[in-house]
């Protein structure tokens, strides 16, 4: 695959032909089946730590040779000795006295769990340097949480908090995931994902993040995860779907990197809204939801047929609702109204409980292929395999680290000697945000490959980003029961809410109006530049195609629509957070901080 182009995978839209084996299947059987499609990616495990350059975020990347990096990797260096040989030995148990057994057993967890503290510390959350993001006031509504991977100890995690401050301009909550060493790490892995059992990491995590949906001032509760995290926050979504109400979920955003989890769950929330999006999944449609609160007296006092009406007189009242006596009782003659209270109302293009949720993955990471990959690019696992639901840029890249091959290669720094923005020297100073060398993330044109590289559906049927017409695209995204490109364009961008607007289309997919729609065609929006895609100045007769030999195409051929491309930066919904930027507000949005008078 050219690095010019970005595999991309829409999301599933769910349906009945799925039944889960996550769920319904054997663990031991899940365990057989993860242990023979990790043998089939055993050639990408190298790059779970490769390549060791560029490490272009300097301190902040996992390898970098620091001095707490270089203590860390001691200490990991010396539980690998230490686990490798106990794991390797267990067959052979049974050769021993019991005694021998338990007080070795004993040593070694005491002596692995001394240098696991030392590694991870005490404290269950860390939470990014000031320097390096302070909390403003436009974003006071928000939370940012990750959710770390394999291996992490404090450093790394404080550098990946770090790390992500720095490149998205806001305060993130690091909850710890706290490492036992890799190779327990790796096995903890496998119990996660096939005997669905929540470890007490999941179960803190689950507590804050539910918690943080809780709290009425937030509208927008961003959630990164990161290796195992995507397996951890797995479970934790699902724990949501059954315990929260579904119109707080709408304030969730999920976003992964290297994800390993096998199936992430995000259910349509009305059957019609399910309905319309397998018969149409490129096409947007509007599902509206009103809910409403009616409050009723259950209980009505009959009518005292002997009691003596009362004198009308100052105080009391003989009509016919209230009649009260010189006792003071009061004696109801008819119900009261209900009392009605509208709660809220949505409007959505595809109705999913969640409303964004996207996956980054590189092509050689044995994670990413074991996880996300394996079960979106898959086609031949069949229904019994899970859902993963969220879009996925499969990037053509290399390793497995959080700081230094992801967010370095999909949302690179922009160096301080590079020149700071106007109006922040001051702020930045000599050696950039916080002192760290970097003024935020690089948004510059042509200085992040990934996001300016050119997208094409990751789909058997269109395996060349031109080999398909659009008839043909639309017929292999029904047949994988995914979404579109432009429908997944929609839910990476929000329009403003404007007066005269009539239709707005929320949730899922963001806001659209019918008017916008209209602008989306005519402008072409999501195009990559005419220079980029060999175009002279445009499609149609005017000024025609460049075909392979720099020659204008055919008369024939000019008559041909061009066909609309998208870039990476296109459809993430993520990058439209860098440096402290926000995405359009939407309907739901609003919706969502109205829930803060209930």
Known sequence: ???????????????????????????????KQDVLSALQFYLYLPYIVFPLRPQLSGPLCELYPSRENLYDMFLHGILIIMQLPFVLSVPFWLMFPLWWVVGGVVVFVMVSESICFLLNGK????????????????????????????????????????RLALTFGRPVLGVHNKTNGIIFDVLQCLIQRNFTYATQDVRDCYSIVKSTLYQPHLTKVIFILHSQGGIEGGLIIDWLLQEVPQDLLAKLEVYTFGNAANHFNNPHLHLLSQHAALMHPTVPATTKTTTSVHYHDPIHPLPNIHAMPLPHREGVSNGTNTNTTSTGTTLNTTPPKPITRQISRQESTSGKTIRYIEHYAHTSDFVACWGVLHFTKNFSLGPSAPRFMGRVFERSGQGHQMNMHYLDGMFPLRAVEDGGREGQEQRVGKGGIGGSGFVGADEREGKNGFMESVLELGLPSSSSPSSSTSNDEDAAERASEREGFKISYLGAH?????????????????????????????????????????????????????????KVRGEREENREEKMRFRVKDLSRLWLYVNGKSPKIDETDVGIARMATI
Do not use: C
């Open 123 to 162: 404290d269950m959350q860390v939470q990014s340097k000031e320097e390096f993001a302070e909390r403003r006031k436009e974003h006071e509504h928000e939370q940012w949480i990750f959710l770390n991977g394999v291996a992490v100890g404090r450093n790394w995690l404080q550098n990946n908090v770090d």
């Open 494 to 550: 929000g329009e403003p809410l404007e007066d005269g607007e009539k239709e707005v289309l929320v949730r899922d997919m963001s806001p659209i109006s019918p008017a916008t729609m209209k602008r989306f065609e005519r402008e072409r929006l999501g195009m990559t530049s005419a220079q980029r895609l060999g175009m002279v100045g445009g499609a149609g007769k005017e000024k025609g195609m460049v075909n392979g030999d720099g």
């Open 1 to 31: 695959m050219s690095s010019l182009f970005t595999k991309f995978y829409g999301s599933q839209v769910g349906g009945k032909s799925t039944m889960s084996h996550s769920y319904t299947g054997s663990p031991l059987s899940l365990l």
